[in-house]
């Protein structure tokens, strides 16, 4: 456990974690709705600090991340414990965990940035669950991670406060923002949470801090998989945050409290993809589905195949000094 760095006092003794826009107010022996952030003695605890459910060296790919090292291996971890409800959680056997209904390990930050030095990962991802919930370890483990030059990777639903996010984001090189929906119905009725600020999030992002951003937006058949809805979020993607923002597209598969809903038709995320790349986005992929075609990195200029991709495995790789190797073309990304 460690003191929670975001918390205030609030009525009645109870403390306002002041971590995410939840801000849930606890009484003694309370935890919020993450599970992980309690009320100990009229002070807020982080208890998830310290306790990953588990690690996994991934492709970067699987973040996924497409223009952020392509080819490399990532140290991957998460804890248990979420502060969004989807139903639709592709995780939740951690997500909607406690920590005393999982095997969590022991680990130090400075265990974690051990760990990847021992298998020559260049970057480390805070994943599985939202890293959000556990912002005291990500900030303590990035910044010795950073000395260390190894990278560190969000993969993130963007839930987060204003003020806080500036104490996580510190030593973050790059982040996957899971982009759920681009409709509060959705937000509100499948997550438990609400759309504007993750918007706000991913414009602080890409406008006032240099982490590489990607976006990703699991298509749930019927419920955030309209032409208008994906003509919409793409024109604000292209608008708002420029057109060499990556997009992925990937498909669902029933779980958690939505077994009753039909997987993703692979035609539904080329059709997705087709949308984007007209309203301007210069790359798009799809995922969970093998399309080799729409899972290459394309120069935006030449039309030239540059990364060639499968699954999560680089093929080949024909960007030289982060341009295209045939017409020059700069090419968004860390490469």
């Known amino acids: 456990m460690k003191i929670a760095k975001w918390q205030k006092p609030a009525k009645n003794g109870k403390i306002l974690c002041a971590l995410c826009p939840r801000y849930c107010t606890m009484g003694e022996g309370q935890k919020g709705f993450c ?18 459910t588990g690690f996994a060296v ?30 639709f959680c592709q995780n939740w056997s951690m997500s909607k965990a406690k920590l005393d209904e999982v095997n969590s390990l022991y680990a130090t930050p400075e265990d ?19 890293p959000t919930i556990f912002g005291e370890y990500v900030i303590d483990i990035s910044k010795l991670a950073r000395e ?10 963007g839930y987060i406060d204003k003020d806080a ?35 706000d999030t991913l414009l602080w992002l890409k406008r006032e801090t240099d982490v590489w951003i990607e976006i990703t937006t699991l298509l749930i058949p019927g419920e955030n998989d309209s032409d208008e809805e994906i003509k919409s979020m793409t024109g604000w993607i292209v608008e708002n945050l420029g057109p060499d923002v990556p997009l992925h597209f990937t498909a669902f598969h029933p779980s958690f409290k939505m077994l009753d809903y039909r997987y ?13 790349l007209r309203q301007g986005i210069n790359y798009c992929y799809t995922g ?30 024909k960007i030289i000094d982060g341009k295209c190797s045939t017409c020059g073309e700069k090419i968004a990304g860390v490469f």
């Open 35 to 52: 599970f992980v952030r309690e009320n100990i003695g009229g002070a807020l605890y982080s208890t998830g600090y310290g306790r990953p």
């Open 58 to 87: 991934d492709p970067i790919e699987k973040k996924p991340l497409s223009h952020f090292l392509p080819g490399s291996n990532v140290l991957s971890f998460g804890t248990a414990g979420c502060n969004l409800g989807c139903k």
């Open 112 to 130: 974690v940035v051990a760990l990847a030095k021992k298998y020559r990962t260049p970057s480390i991802a805070y994943t599985y669950n939202d």
């Open 148 to 157: 260390e030059n190894i990278k560190s990777v969000m993969v993130t639903a």
């Open 165 to 199: 996010r500036k104490d996580v984001y510190k030593y973050i090189d790059a982040a996957n923002v899971d982009l759920k929906a681009f409709s509060e119905t959705f937000y509100h009725k499948l997550t438990f949470s609400h759309l504007d600020p993750v918007l």
């Open 264 to 276: 993703t038709p692979p035609a539904t995320l080329n059709k997705a993809r087709e949308t984007a």
């Open 288 to 317: 969970n589905v093998h399309n080799v075609e729409a899972q290459t990195t394309y120069c935006p200029s030449c039309g030239e195949p540059l990364i060639i991709r499968d699954w999560h495995s680089v093929l080949s790789n």
